[in-house]
């Protein structure tokens, strides 16, 4: 019986602390809780940071698709001649009048366009590949 006794005696005892304990949890858990609360308040009262503005951005979009298609409507004859400069020829395509009428080299001029046919091929087999790997 006395082994029986002490047996309660320690549960009660421990169920004291138990209890104590619990309280205290709850109470840590509270204080955590609110401190959490009111740092996440303050974040969230504060001005949000700047974003995009969408006016900007449409007026910069439609800047480059207006040059975008100027670029396409914009087109270029070459007269060649026997000396060293040629005429150059500048219309637009939509409205039929010459825009720009100058004088180049030739011989640059021809120059620079092979280099720029050679980069052009390169980069279409590049395209070519990277869309066979997209299928």
């Keep these: ?3 029986f006794y002490r ?5 009660r005892h421990r169920t004291s602390w138990l209890r104590h304990d619990s309280i205290r949890l709850a109470a840590a858990t509270a204080v955590v809780g609110a401190a959490l609360f009111g740092f996440y308040s303050a974040i969230g009262g504060q001005a ?14 439609t800047d480059t ?3 975008q298609a100027e670029a396409r409507r914009l087109g270029s004859i070459v007269f060649s001649s026997a000396e060293k400069y040629c005429e150059e020829y500048k219309f637009d395509n939509a409205t ?5 009428i100058a004088l180049v080299d030739c011989e640059e001029r021809l120059a620079r366009e092979a280099t720029a046919k ?13 869309t ?3 299928k």
């Design 48 to 61: 949000p940071a700047p974003g995009i503005d969408e006016a900007a951005l449409a007026e910069r979009l």
């Design 96 to 100: 039929g009048y010459v825009v720009d």
């Design 65 to 67: 698709l207006r040059r």
């Design 1 to 3: 019986m006395k082994r």
């Design 7 to 11: 047996v309660a005696q320690a549960a």
């Design 118 to 130: 050679k980069e052009a091929a390169k980069s279409a087999g590049m395209k070519g590949m990277l």
């Design 132 to 134: 066979s790997f997209r």
